[in-house]
């Protein structure tokens, strides 16, 4: 559920208004850790670590801005030797600055998929902005801290089992453009989490009595369980408590995703990624905004043909619910030939909730067809389920 869905669209303005007088610096951190373009991995690894940071702003000085690393990186780059120089995997955030509304940075934190963003003035680091720096202002704003989480959390969950190998959680993760896996058991029973943070930090450590320098695994990633590397009884949340403790709940225990679960089965999962996508489901834009990742270097020919696809679908879409935000990721696997099958991944926000929907294909303008038009039909059917239930609240009030 978005603004619209969640305050009407005047009432979102005022919203808006709130929400983007909030100025970056009263709630960014001024006290953050930097690491030098010529630390080696292995330093950067240990600091995030020990720190618990996804992503971490290179600088020289301490001051001025040079890139960030961020495990994402790491994931791509896969067998880092662990005395990589830092400047080697850096890269450059989006430019986020003091003045830089709330809904802004929110939006270039989904875009970017990052944890944290540095926010400079100049070339000056003054600080870093986070998930939870944006979610903390949910628990003041009355007509959003009261809505249950079943209206924000993401019902359609890909999950892992403890004894599927790391590497088939990675493959999945990477396919589906997504950082953590709910691990269950036989009968759909929550057994824990594990994470892609979890799997870099078992994979990059040095061998004891080894070559100085050697990873964990000659392969990428570990060739082990999940089960070794999840987290075990994971902090959960029921459908029907509130954002305010969805929001609280993540910020006191320092997580990123809570599993919703109703009489110990899996209902669906609620994270920062969400609560960061409402607020910033609040900017004002003229136009949906669209995201896609993960297509490979021979595969950009298809961009354009692939928009025209989105366009048509969104067109239809829109005469039902407006779309505000689509986010589409690709990935390839089971090469036979010269030919590669496409797995494709989408979130798709609208007025109504939140929507995904996955295809596969051998072709990536099929696989894209097929995606929108699954979106197509849930809106569709999401529509109808509305319009059922106001029928039959209205039978009952006349009954």
């Known amino acids: 559920m978005t603004a619209e869905e969640l305050v009407g669209i005047n009432r979102k303005e005022v919203l808006r208004a709130r929400i983007e007088d909030i100025a970056l610096p009263g709630l960014m951190e001024r006290d953050f850790v930097s690491v030098r373009p010529d630390d080696s991995l292995n330093d950067v690894l240990g600091k995030m670590r020990e720190l ?3 992503e971490v702003p290179v600088s020289s000085d301490g001051k001025r801005l040079a890139g960030i690393v961020s495990y994402g990186t790491l994931l791509r780059r896969k067998n880092l030797p662990v005395s990589t120089k830092v400047e080697t995997i850096m890269v450059r955030p989006p430019a986020i600055g003091p003045g830089t509304p709330l809904t802004e940075a929110a939006e270039a934190l989904i875009r970017e998929g990052y944890r944290q963003i540095p926010v400079v003035e100049g070339e000056r680091i003054a600080g870093m902005l ?5 979610i903390s202002v949910i628990q003041n704003i009355p007509d959003l801290r009261d809505v249950p989480v079943r209206e924000v959390m993401s019902p359609e969950v890909r999950t892992v089992k403890g004894d599927d190998l790391v590497v088939d959680a990675v493959t999945a993760m990477r396919n589906l453009d997504i ?44 060739n082990v369980h999940v089960s070794s590397v999840m987290v075990e009884e994971p902090v959960v949340i029921g459908p029907d408590a509130s954002l305010r403790e969805a929001a609280a709940l993540l910020l006191r225990r320092n997580i990123s995703t809570l599993p919703v679960v109703d009489d110990g089965q899996l209902k669906g999962i609620i994270t920062r990624y969400d609560l960061v996508e409402l607020i910033a489901s609040f900017r004002r ?15 950009r020919f298809a961009t354009d043909q692939m928009e025209r696809v989105i366009t048509q679908s969104v067109q239809k879409i829109a005469r039902v619910r407006p779309p505000l935000m689509l986010s ?15 797995s494709l991944h989408g979130r798709l926000v609208t007025a109504e909730g939140v929507l995904t929907a996955t295809s596969v294909e051998w072709d990536l303008i099929m696989a894209t067809t097929e995606l929108m038009g699954a979106f197509e039909r849930r809106v569709i059917e999401r529509k109808e389920e509305k319009l059922e239930h106001r029928r039959r609240a ?6």
């Open 394 to 399: 209205r039978n009952i009030g006349h009954s």
């Open 179 to 222: 950082r953590i896996m709910p691990v269950v058991d036989d009968l759909g029973r929550l057994m824990g989490i594990v994470g892609i943070k979890d799997i870099v930090n078992y994979n990059w450590r040095e061998k004891q009595r080894q070559t100085v320098g050697e990873v964990v695994g000659d392969k990428w990633p570990a």
């Open 285 to 299: 834009r003229d136009m949906m905004y669209m995201q896609i990742t993960g297509l490979e270097q021979e595969d």
């Open 52 to 54: 618990d940071l996804h």
């Open 130 to 134: 986070d998930r939870g720096h944006i």
């Open 328 to 342: 589409l990721h690709v990935g390839k696997y089971g090469k036979e030939g010269l030919k590669t099958k496409y």
